[in-house]
């Protein structure tokens, strides 16, 4: 009989592939390797440099295909010499599993893909398990899940739903899942005036002035109280710029750059009305030219509490004893692309420490993770 997969060896075997953002570092080779010694169709769609991996256990087209999602590219380390243990050591340390990934998020892909590969040894479902894998959730994402899920479309792949694994736990395991995220946009605002001595205001235009006051009516107004699954949204200024070295001078130009993050009272498209509007009305009050670049991350999105969301609650329940919290807290994921192909949840370990030097995860998580995503598929296909 052909051992269990262990997911830690297999976290700490992905730490050791340096996949910093777009480099495959081997992770995907690994993964793939695994994958077909248990009947896995692997397909490489690498895209514009992004590494990408796609595998099906089952037959395509199949009435019930269950999807994970992840990426093993993992942001840069950092001071190296920061570091506790090396960030691609993959050391295991009183209890801890250590290196760069170790949270964000190469211990769920493990946790997946081993709990997929012991199903379908062990009960052969009647249906398909669909594993995308990226090496772009760190970066741009443009080819990444993207790439993934068009490449899926054009050969006919489908998955009837998908659960991303990143980590959603704040503080202990089993604590929260994500069935929604916040919609995402930066607009780039550009205040053209006229330049002038700062001694004759009155000659010149001044785009500071009308600047900051819309800056500040688009930073007082509140969009929203919140909605029945999704807190405020909010407007956060990030920057205000002028490039100008001299005090005696009106500049030409100013800039700014704003950050929305909204939930499903608004779309990009409704807001980036609103930006144009209230832009329009201090143009009309100062003579100062504005013009709006708007870059949209992705929309807000929900997958409403019904079967799958029950499913995984009741796996996350079952396996760590805590009722989890159904949020849309956060930033993005990659589970804003695949909304739009089939309904989707989020659930994984604690990422108190994703990002951070030291970055690391409790090993006793990673089987309890595995577990969770087997138990899933077991009461999925059953």
């Known amino acids: 009989m052909t051992a269990p997969v262990d997911p830690v060896r297999l976290t700490a075997e992905l730490i050791r592939c340096p996949s910093v953002t777009p480099e495959e570092g081997g992770a995907l080779m690994l993964l793939q390797g695994v994958l077909e010694g248990a009947g896995f169709?692997?397909?490489?769609?690498?895209?514009?440099?992004?590494p990408n991996l796609f595998a099906r256990w089952g037959r395509k087209g199949a009435n019930r295909t269950f999807g994970f999602n992840g990426h093993t590219d993992v942001v840069p380390v950092g001071d190296a010499d920061a570091w506790t243990h090396d960030p691609f050591g993959g050391e295991i340390v009183d209890g801890w599993l250590w290196g760069r990934g170790a949270t964000d998020m190469k211990s769920g892909v493990a946790a997946f893909a081993a709990a997929a590969v012991d199903f379908v040894r062990a009960t052969p479902p009647d249906g398909a398990i669909v594993l995308t894998i990226t090496g772009d959730e760190e970066g741009p994402g443009k080819d990444g899940t993207v790439a993934l899920l068009?490449?899926?479309?054009?050969?006919?792949?489908?998955?009837?739903v998908c659960l991303v694994g990143e980590p959603t736990c704040p503080e202990r395991m089993g604590e929260m899942m994500k069935i929604g995220r916040r919609g995402s946009m930066t607009v780039q605002v550009e205040a053209q005036g006229v330049q002038g001595h700062s001694a004759y205001p009155h000659r010149a235009r001044n785009p500071l002035h009308a600047l900051v006051r819309l800056m500040d009516g688009l930073a007082s107004h509140a969009l929203d109280e919140g909605t029945d699954h999704f807190d405020a949204s909010t407007l956060a200024i990030t920057t205000i710029d002028t490039g100008n070295p001299a005090s005696n001078v009106i500049p030409a130009r100013a800039r700014a750059t704003v950050n929305i993050r909204f939930n499903d009272a608004h779309t990009s498209a409704s807001l980036a009305d609103w930006l144009r509007a209230e832009a329009a009305k201090v143009e009309a009050e100062t003579g100062v030219h504005f013009s709006l670049a708007v870059e949209v991350s992705g929309e807000s999105f929900l997958t409403p509490p019904g079967d799958f969301v029950r499913l995984?609650?009741?796996?996350?329940?079952?396996?760590?004893?805590?009722e989890p919290v159904l949020s849309t807290s956060g930033g993005t994921s990659d589970a804003r692309f695949v909304k739009d192909h089939c309904p989707v949840v989020e659930f994984g370990l604690v990422g108190r420490t994703m990002h951070q030097v030291d970055e690391r995860v409790e090993v006793a998580q990673i089987g309890q993770l595995k577990a969770v995503y087997g138990r899933i598929l077991r009461d999925y296909f059953a």
């Open 312 to 322: 995984v609650a009741g796996s996350v329940r079952a396996e760590t004893g805590l």
């Open 41 to 50: 169709e692997c397909h490489r769609v690498d895209r514009r440099g992004t």
């Open 150 to 160: 068009e490449w899926m479309q054009a050969q006919g792949e489908r998955m009837s």
